[in-house]
């Protein structure tokens, strides 16, 4: 199956840009790279999702490399309420099944 | 916005018990899913439906079953309820077709079997 690599957990400080690394170098020519995140106790709350293009939207931006082997997810202007788990995540094409790793644990510092 | 409404947020059950887990979704989806979540183990795929009454296995289907007799509608059934099977169970939901669709998760319903 295929497989991504995140950090454990990573630091920013409140009002600095946030970025997310993840490493996918088995991902198939047709999958997507999501992005969501998960707050202690609730449901995993999508983000931004992407193929091969750079994508922004209103929470956050993606970028994909060129070899689509990895992506970072860039939060602009870190809040202490963007402290969670965030998990990169392929979809398998058609069916959108997702295949969850243990995440990154971003702590927002003040 | 897509709502996913699992009905029950906290249940304690009884070993042997049957246990229904309900999940509706308001946004005539195709694809719904039913995941637990463990610690360390991250999310984990237990069945997922891609039309009324169709149904696949996920990675870890043993002692759960499902039903999808409406769209809006995936239920999760544990037949026997067992102590291994405490868990946060995660329902999502997406629009189906080709791919490439955001999936929507529900808050999770935490169940300890005693």
């Known amino acids: 199956d295929a497989k991504t690599t995140q950090p454990t957990s990573m630091d920013c400080a409140e009002g600095r840009a946030a970025n997310l690394p993840c490493n996918h170098s088995?991902?198939?020519?047709?999958?997507?790279v999501y992005w969501y995140r998960q707050i202690h106790s609730q449901g995993p709350q999508y983000i931004i999702h992407g193929l091969k293009n750079n994508e922004t939207n209103e929470m956050a931006s993606l970028i994909i490399t060129e070899d689509r082997k990895s992506s970072t997810l860039i939060l602009p202007h870190a809040t202490l309420r963007d402290t969670a788990v965030y998990y990169c995540i392929f979809s398998n094409f058609g069916n959108e099944k997702l295949t969850f790793g243990t995440g990154t644990r971003l702590t927002i510092i003040p | 916005d897509v709502k996913v409404t699992q009905s029950s947020r906290y249940l304690v059950k009884r070993t042997g018990e049957k246990v229904f887990l309900e999940c509706v979704q308001d946004m005539d989806h195709e694809n719904m899913f039913w995941y637990r979540q463990d610690p360390g183990l991250g999310l984990r795929l237990i069945y997922f439906s891609y039309d009324v009454k169709m149904k696949e296995k996920g990675d870890i289907p043993e002692g759960y079953s499902v039903s999808r007799e409406k769209k809006e509608r995936f239920s999760l059934i544990l037949e026997s309820a067992s102590t291994n099977q405490t868990s946060m169970y995660l329902c999502a939901s997406s629009l189906g077709g080709q791919g490439g669709n955001t999936i929507y998760f529900g808050e999770g319903s935490w169940l300890t079997v005693v």
């Open positions: 088995t991902i198939s020519g047709n999958e997507y």
